[in-house]
Nanobody, 120 residues
Framework: HVQLVESGGGLVQPGESLRLSCVASGYDYSRLYMAWFRQRPGQEREAVAAIDNTGSATYTHSVAGRFTISKDNAKNTLFLQMNSLTVEDRAMYYC???????????????WGQGTQVTVS
């Protein structure tokens, strides 16, 4: 059973940066396929970025060029570096993992509890 714990959210001003972290336990981390999702107020959860176990990344259009997803297999940690944040990026951000390559699909098996990002 995979457990995911996110951290790094907070309140920033437009144009500033944040780095989210997600520590995974309970499985061979190097074999996991992982992603970041977000849910804005009143909207459905959407995929932000995904990374496979070779390090190949995919981004949703609205964050491409501003956000970077990465994995540190030695630390069992997934990161999301978010630069040039805008008010549209305000959301609860969730880490997700699965043992199959779901890329940007929403039906990941394992989810963290979320970390709030506020841009104001």
């Amino acid at each position: 059973h995979v457990q995911l714990v996110e951290s790094g959210g907070g309140l920033v001003q437009p144009g500033e940066s944040l780095r989210l972290s997600c520590v995974a336990s309970g499985y061979d981390y190097s074999r996991l396929y992982m992603a970041w999702f977000r849910q804005r107020p009143g909207q459905e959860r959407e995929a932000v970025a995904a990374i496979d176990n070779t390090g190949s990344a995919t981004y949703t259009h609205s964050v491409a060029g501003r956000f970077t997803i990465s994995k540190d297999n030695a630390k069992n940690t997934l990161f999301l570096q978010m630069n040039s944040l805008t008010v549209e990026d305000r959301a609860m951000y969730y880490c997700a993992a699965d043992v199959v390559n779901l890329q940007m699909a929403r039906w990941y098996t394992y989810w963290g509890q979320g970390t709030q990002v506020t841009v104001s």
